[in-house]
């Protein structure tokens, strides 16, 4: 049989494929019993490799059967169901193939499904790996940010959540009022949906039902991107500003702040990013102050996001940029309300756009909160939407449950991750438990003992408020440290 096929092959290469195939004829009309018919669809396969220039050269009869194989018909997914799956995670939820090699999630940048020493996409090393080369790749960037050892404390309580992701395109965006200005729409930009602010002095403020929603203690956090953060004109700047009754503004912070014209750019970018002005209790006198700027440079970079967080306790008012404190006032009138101003001339490479706004009510001890409750219900862990690759800002309340845990060392948690009703089960079972996984995986790489966790995804099984309200879809979205 091998015989037949190499010197067929021969004859097509050296002469016409013509020819071959009327040989293919002249042994087809003269076969005329089983055996000799499996010797002519050999030789017509061979001819059809031969005419595809797929020729197969001193092949063994075992590799030729084994290629005449019937193709595997793949695995089904325990998890979603899903059949005729081929790799080793399922193609609709991503859940690992049984008996597939255990994977990993990175502590460094979260990403999933690692199977090596080395995390695919930042080259960390995995947890507990020993004898690991030298030469791998750096942690990811969230390691070496201000979140690393930043002293914010995000609020436990979230009483505004608005992440602009499910925002109509061209739209006025449905969670905040227009207080005046020109121009503020949904927009696309970088990839992602955001508010684009624009215009001279467009304001806009959370659209609440109380009209003083601002509580005592209370932390604010969004992202802004602009794509150069340093304008061209002698007014682009945003501000923040929080406000009550009485004063307006209590504490004012602005970056690309006002009164440094175009020429003055360079004594900007060296002196001066951040301004603030304030009222302070005390006095009743308005002061004024401004961040180092070859410092609070660095924190900005034009074309990407950056994350503001703002801490309020009681009289003491905090700035952060990615985590790195920049403003500190120690005695400032409590505000009630808040807005955000833009101000920016025509040029369009002035205009700043914001998503992922959080206000929540100030942080209460962790280890106070296990006490009464037995559990940590924690949102200010959070993941890039639809992964399970922890957001650097997470850092934070990651830190904090790490420091809990060295500080007493009886504690054993489960970690569980819950999600709203938005998608189905088949894709919130498996990324609340890949979301719950790369927590843990982020506390060993924190030096917790990986015994003393486990991870559970919850889906959205467990609400503890309605989903039929932003509000209380945002509170089901959440991660509980389950004391065990």
Known sequence: MKKIIISLSALVLMGSVASAQGLLYQIGSTVRNAAEQHVINKVEQGVNDVLNGNVRNNESEEQAEAQEAPAAEGWTCPSCGTSGNTGKFCNECGAKKPGAPE?????????????????????AKKPGTEGAAQ???????????????????????TFFDDPVENEKVGEFPSHWNFLGGEECEIVTVNGTQAIKLSGWCTEIAPLMKQKDYLPEEFTVEFDVWSPTFYGSSNNDHLDVIFFNEEVDPCVRVSFNPAGLGAEEKACREENVDVLYDFVSPSDEEHHEGSAPGKTVKNYFQPGTWTRVQISFN????????????????????????MK???????????????????FAKGAVPLYDRLASDGKIITYAITFDSGKATIKPESAVEINRIAKLMNEHPELKFEVQGHCDNTGSDKVNDPLSQKRAEAIVAALVGQGIDKARLTAVGKGSRVPIASNSTDEGRAKNRRVEFVKK
Do not use: H, M
Not at 344 to 354: A, M, P, T
């Open 103 to 123: 994977s990993w999630t990175c502590p460094a940048c979260g990403t999933a499904g690692n199977t090596g020493k080395f995390c695919n996409e930042c080259g």
């Open 135 to 157: 030469t791998a790749a750096p942690a990811a960037a969230p390691a070496q940010t201000g979140y690393a050892k930043t002293d914010f404390v995000p609020g436990d309580e």
């Open 314 to 337: 009681k009289r003491a008012f905090k700035y952060y940029i990615n985590g790195n404190r920049v403003v500190n006032l120690p005695n400032v009138f409590k505000p009630t309300r």
């Open 340 to 358: 955000i101003s833009s101000v920016s001339n025509c040029d369009e490479k002035d205009r700043f756009y914001l998503k992922n706004f959080r």
